[in-house]
């Protein structure tokens, strides 16, 4: 079993930056695919980035390439999300997930292990 608890999300300005962090517990997950995600009320849980055990990543293109940077510290058994840039429409709940796998995924359906989330606020 894994456990994960996200940190850092907070209430921002639009134009800051936050960095989030994903610990994991239970057992290392040096080897698995580490992922974020981040939903809003009424909506699908959307992929935002992943990584894998390697430090190779893959990006939602579309909403925040450019502006988010995943990262991983497998020492630690860490995972974090440099959010730079922050715009109203980043407002959301953010989720850590694992992936038994280390192939690359951006299915939510594919993680295996949940965070419970961390709130980030961007006003404008």
């Known amino acids: 079993q894994v456990q994960l608890v996200e940190s850092g999300g907070g209430l921002v300005q639009a134009g800051d930056s936050l960095r989030l962090s994903c610990a994991a517990s239970?057992?290392?997950?040096?080897?698995?695919?580490m992922g974020w995600f981040r939903q809003v009320p009424g909506k699908e849980r959307e992929f935002v980035a992943a990584?894998?055990?390697?430090?190779?990543?893959?990006y939602d293109v579309d909403s925040v390439k450019g502006r988010f940077t995943i990262s991983r510290d497998n020492a630690k058994n860490t995972v974090y999300l440099q959010m730079n840039s922050l715009k109203p429409e980043d407002t959301a709940v953010y989720y850590c997930?694992?992936?038994?796998?280390?192939?690359?995924?951006?299915?939510?359906?594919?993680?295996?292990?949940w965070g419970q989330g961390t709130q980030v606020t961007v006003s404008s």
């Open positions: 990584i894998n055990w390697g430090g190779g990543t893959t």
């Open positions: 997930a694992a992936r038994s796998s280390y192939t690359i995924s951006t299915m939510r359906a594919s993680y295996d292990y």
């Open positions: 239970g057992r290392t997950v040096s080897r698995n695919l």
